[in-house]
């Protein structure tokens, strides 16, 4: 029996799965990571971009920042592996994810189970108002935008370094890896937590972890399954052994 049939073994027989995803699963459809070559974070500096006190300084350059991504996502399509965990939510029925990824690709690939930890870039909030809404202006016409019902000063609802996650948001990942006996964590380097620790819960739990990364991470020691390839080969490899 080859590993690609074990873990879908274990998935078949999962009566929770638990599904992590970073920018890796995404990569494939042309959208940047954030470490590594060709990240984010490489070309540019997450402290002047990515924090509350960089948009305090200069709204318009983190606006320019997030306008360039949305363009940027709203360029491209979901890949076989958002398709792939679309599929099985309807199959399996017991699947829910939780993403890193702000771009929305889960669920424009028809997941809807989808728990989304930093946010999402075609959201914003009013600052004025505290209110969350769709802001989906692509490209945005003037910088900084403003708020269409008050005129305030709005910016994306992401979470930025040094900010905490809604704490609604963390309970509910917190639980679905808590009662979890699978969890599958696809394309993330698992060094920004506490997005890390959720697969590490379910592990604690006795449950088991299958990991898909072309390289390994600070995850891998603790894998059951570590499957080293892109998101997209090896979730097609895995599902072979489903249907
Ligand atoms: P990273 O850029 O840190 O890591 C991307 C991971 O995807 C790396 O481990 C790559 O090896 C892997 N990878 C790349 N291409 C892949 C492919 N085709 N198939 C499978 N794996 C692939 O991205 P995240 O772990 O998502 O947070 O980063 C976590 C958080 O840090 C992000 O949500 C963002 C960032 O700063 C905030 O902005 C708050």
Known sequence: MSDFERAAELIKSAKKIA???????????????????????????????????AFQKDPVLVWKFYDYRRRLISKVEPNKAHRILAEWENSLGNIEIVTQNIDGLHQRAGSKKVVELHGNIWQA??????RVFKFKENPIKEFPPKCSECGGLIRPDVVW??????????????????????????GTSSIVYPAAYLPQITKKNGGSTIEINIEETALTPLADFFFKGKASDILSQINNYLS
């Open 125 to 130: 909030i009013c600052l004025k108002e505290n």
């Open 19 to 53: 599904v992590l995803t970073g920018a890796g699963i995404s990569a494939e459809s042309g959208v940047p990571t954030f470490r590594g070559r060709g990240g984010l974070w490489q070309k540019y500096r997450a402290e002047e971009l990515a924090t509350p006190e």
């Open 161 to 186: 370094f040094g900010e905490a996650l809604d704490p609604l948001i963390l309970e509910k990942a917190f639980n679905l890896f808590e009662s979890a006996d699978v969890a599958i964590v696809i």
